[in-house]
């Protein structure tokens, strides 16, 4: 059990991470209140992330396989929270990092239930 609230916190911080990478802050003019927190990360970034991300996935033993293949609809989750914030922000700001890692925290855990249920 701890290994999957363990595995979900991981992939979901990446999933969010990855948006420091593919999209732009959305106000970084003189209108906006606070400065963003972050600017882009390089690739180099965003590869340790992604490795620390996905790494408690390859400890589940025999159902490694399965468990890997969850990284998919995380991903799309993210993917689908990427096209809702760029249509009506702009592009991302923290709040919406915070969401992003929340639903594919959540996204991973009913994943990962389903798969566990049709072994």
């Given at each position: 059990m701890g290994l999957t609230f363990f595995s979900g916190h991981a992939i979901s911080r990446f999933a969010a991470a990855t948006f420091i990478y593919t999209h732009e802050y959305a106000r970084e003019d003189a209108t906006s209140k606070v400065k963003p927190v972050s600017k882009k990360i390089s690739i180099g970034e965003?590869?340790?992330a992604g490795i620390l991300g996905v790494a408690p996935l390859f400890l589940y033993g025999d159902h490694t396989l399965f468990v890997v293949c969850l990284i998919v609809p995380v991903m799309l989750a993210k993917w689908r929270l990427g096209r809702y914030f760029q249509k009506w922000l702009g592009g991302y700001t923290g709040d919406c990092l915070g969401a992003t890692?929340?639903?594919?925290?959540?996204?991973?855990y009913l994943s990962l239930?389903?798969?566990w249920t049709s072994i």
């Open positions: 965003l590869s340790i890692q929340q639903v594919c925290e959540i996204v991973f239930l389903i798969l």
